[in-house]
């Protein structure tokens, strides 16, 4: 599985060249989540899928384009005439099951569990909690790619008058959500914290790392992995 980071700036003004784009993982150069740019839909993806509609994860929110000749995917409807995901969907050799979690209390949120071949990759989107009954059915993952507005521990989590949590999850927090599952991590959608001094951010992530036991990649726009 190739997985290629398209951008890894969250919902702030863009400082560092970097970490210049909105969301977007591109998935064996043809499956895509999230759509934080216009210019990803250069990439002629014909699957897209959106974690949620906040407009640094689905550029349309704030700009509506056409989206004809493409397949989005998203959890809940918007003026464009999107498909619910609710259940798996195979695109090719590629397996993407949408999974429900809790970030806003305006939108409707899900991670995607990809998988290809023996291959199992965790997209998050942003996420301040996963309930146990669907982490538990999560299995061995080959990484989580993940968020990182926030570095400190409790990350920025409120709740709602039904009191059902909402905002992003630290990234201590994070990893302690799914350590049990995989020990490689892959960072993007950076907040504020990391740009105030890049050099010493990586530390304070390389530092968390050995903490936890665990691999944390700092990913930048336009990094590539193979899986
Ligand atoms: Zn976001
Ligand atoms: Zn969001």
Redo the contacts with the bound molecule.
Sequence with gaps: MKIEILGTRGEIPASAPRYRNHSGVLVDGKILFDLGEAKFLRRKSKNIFIT?L?PD?AVFVRNPMALSDVHVYAPEQSRSPFITIAKPVTIGACRVRPIPTH??SKVKSCAYLIESGQKRVLYTG?IVWMDKKYRSRLGRLDCVVTEASYVREGGLVRRDKTGRLYGHAGIPNIIRMFESHTNKFILTHFGSWFFKDVKGSHKRIAALGEKYGVKLIVAHDGMTFTM
């Design positions: 949620h906040h994860h970030h806003s942003d």
